[in-house]
């Protein structure tokens, strides 16, 4: 008998397909269907997907988030007031900074807001289909791309864009290049129960030792989530000559066992995954005449908090208008990757360099103790860390950090988003 299958084939054509659901991919679609356009998204992964995640929306992310109409559904689920850190004898309350980007923040599990996000690209009009993996990328004679294969299906385009992930196996089809000289993490999450799930601040420890004492460059978190959990991960930076030397999982599981008092944890951390994060726009070939990477594929990432929900959310938007800007026949090889340089150039070579700095293993145990001993010094380090400084901010912090980050680009080694 012949099988069934439930699930929808892809057209024959669209006018844009996106690879990827992920944040990037669903809010690349939403502001291309809001604004006419014909969008079909594929994702490989049967959804609701999870993806290996600290699960935390920062002020900047709700930004987008209000921006795509859930911020309310987020803020609901848990509204979050700023950070407690602790490490090197001191416990710091900070909350986010006031500003452009608003005072609060939430956490929403991805296989939750991924699905959420999802739905929303569907309202606005996408064909989003799961359990499609795209296989093949196929060009014509210009360069530009035509079609993509998915097993046994071809899919014709006018616009391809790929969501595709810190992986981006399709991007690597097209020639985009990720370049681990400059500085990336590793990062493990987990979920546990807790009875602070509700907490409404972010736990961060910025002293984080492992088994044998020592001090890693990175950070251990709690992100309360407000449905019994939290997501507690830690992350570590590196670089292609400095690779972390530890073992994440193992890490994570010493963090939660340093944290378990404090965060009232019931039970052992489940569902531990790990994952590499590319930063700071350390890739190159992300853009060809009809197709541009975003979100991880783009190493949409800061280097200094390890988020890039708000960034895959943000190149979604940013990317839309550009599409829509350059109309049919449009040409995006260099307009993309100088889009993103405009926007995040001189935030991620800043953040670049000073997470480098963190690499370096005596760096963090001298600058670690004089950071936390001021509360104006960790409220400034957040909101710079958190890249919420703005164009119109005219504060000392502000032009120091502005100032910091066009020396920082012009003096950079690995131009970001090269074209
Ligand atoms: C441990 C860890 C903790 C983190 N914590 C945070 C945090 O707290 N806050 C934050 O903002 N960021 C955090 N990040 C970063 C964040 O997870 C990513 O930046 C974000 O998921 C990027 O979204 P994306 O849409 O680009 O990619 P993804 O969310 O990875 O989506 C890519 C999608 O592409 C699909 N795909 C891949 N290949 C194909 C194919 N060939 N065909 C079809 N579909 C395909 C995949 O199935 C996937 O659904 C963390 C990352 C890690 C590893």
Known sequence: MERMDPRPRPPASTDVLVVGCGPAGSATATWLARAGREVTVLDAAAFPRDKTCGDGLTPRAMGEVDRLGLG??????????????????????????????????????????????????????????????????????????????????????????????VRSPVGRMLGRTWHRDTVYAVAARSYVRSARHDHPWIGSDLELRDEAGTIQPGYGWVFPLGDGEVNLGVGALATA????????????????????????????????????????????????????????????????NGEGIDYALEGGRLLADLVVA?????????????????????????????????????FLPLAGPVGMRSQTLMSAAVRCMSNTVSESDRDLVAR????????????????????
Request: charged share 25%; glycine share 12%.
């Open 72 to 165: 309310g559904w987020a803020r609901d689920r848990i509204t979050i007031r700023g950070l407690e850190l602790r490490g090197f004898g001191h416990e710091r309350r900070v909350p986010w900074p006031d500003g452009d980007h608003g005072g609060v923040a939430s956490a929403v599990r991805r296989t939750v807001f991924d699905d959420r996000m999802r739905a929303v690209a569907v309202d606005a009009g996408s064909t989003v289909l799961d359990g499609v993996r795209v296989t093949g990328v196929e060009k014509g004679d210009d360069g530009e791309v035509v079609a993509v294969r998915a097993g046994g299906d071809r899919i014709a385009c006018q616009t391809l864009v790929l969501a595709d992930g």
């Open 241 to 304: 000559t400095r690779p972390a030397n530890v073992a994440v999982k193992d890490l994570l599981r010493h963090y939660a066992r340093n944290v378990r008092g404090s965060w009232a944890l019931e039970g052992d951390p489940h569902a531990v995954t790990s994952a590499l994060l590319p930063m700071g726009g350390a890739v190159s070939g992300l853009a060809g005449r009809n197709w541009a990477a975003v979100g991880d594929a783009a190493a949409c990432v800061n280097p200094l």
């Open 326 to 362: 350059e109309g049919p026949g449009g040409e995006l090889t260099r307009a993309w990757p100088e889009m993103l340089r405009r926007n995040y150039g001189e935030a991620f070579a800043i953040a670049r360099d000073a997470a480098r700095l963190l690499t370096y293993p005596r």
């Open 400 to 419: 120091a950090w502005r100032t910091a980050g066009s020396v920082a680009r012009r003096l950079d080694r690995r131009p970001l988003f090269a074209d």
